[in-house]
């Protein structure tokens, strides 16, 4: 059965930095792309960025610059290392998995964590 669970969210002051986590089990996920997605609260869930088995990588416009993945296949892990976090970077960041490695924010995201609440402060 696969698995993902995020960890490493919480409080964190306007400013400052976070590195949440996605432990991935239940099938070899170093041929997938993995991606993050946030949901804050009244709006849809959207895109924050992805990484493909070979390394290429997909980032939002409101991230780029600030947020950072990256992947430990030997782990089946996923990181999402957030700089210069903005109140309205507040959300459940969720973990997601495409077996065809498009990694796009298009592409078919088969498989979800039950997510980790970021929330930064002003």
């Known amino acids: 059965q696969v698995q993902l669970v995020e960890s490493g969210g919480g409080l964190v002051q306007a400013g400052g930095s976070l590195r949440i986590s996605c432990a991935a089990s239940?099938?070899?996920?170093?041929?997938?792309?993995i991606g993050w997605f946030r949901q804050a609260p009244g709006k849809e869930r959207e895109f924050v960025a992805s990484?493909?088995?070979?390394?290429?990588?997909y980032y939002a416009d409101s991230v780029k610059g600030r947020f950072t993945i990256s992947r430990d296949n030997a782990k089946n892990l996923v990181y999402l290392q957030m700089n210069s976090l903005k109140p309205e970077d507040t959300a459940v960041y969720y973990c997601?998995?495409?077996?065809?490695?498009?990694?796009?924010?298009?592409?078919?995201?088969?498989?979800w964590g039950q997510g980790t609440q970021v929330t930064v402060s002003s």
């Open positions: 997601a998995v495409d077996i065809y490695d498009l990694g796009s924010p298009q592409a078919l995201w088969r498989y």
């Open positions: 239940g099938r070899t996920f170093s041929s997938d792309a």
């Open positions: 990484i493909r088995s070979g390394g290429n990588t």
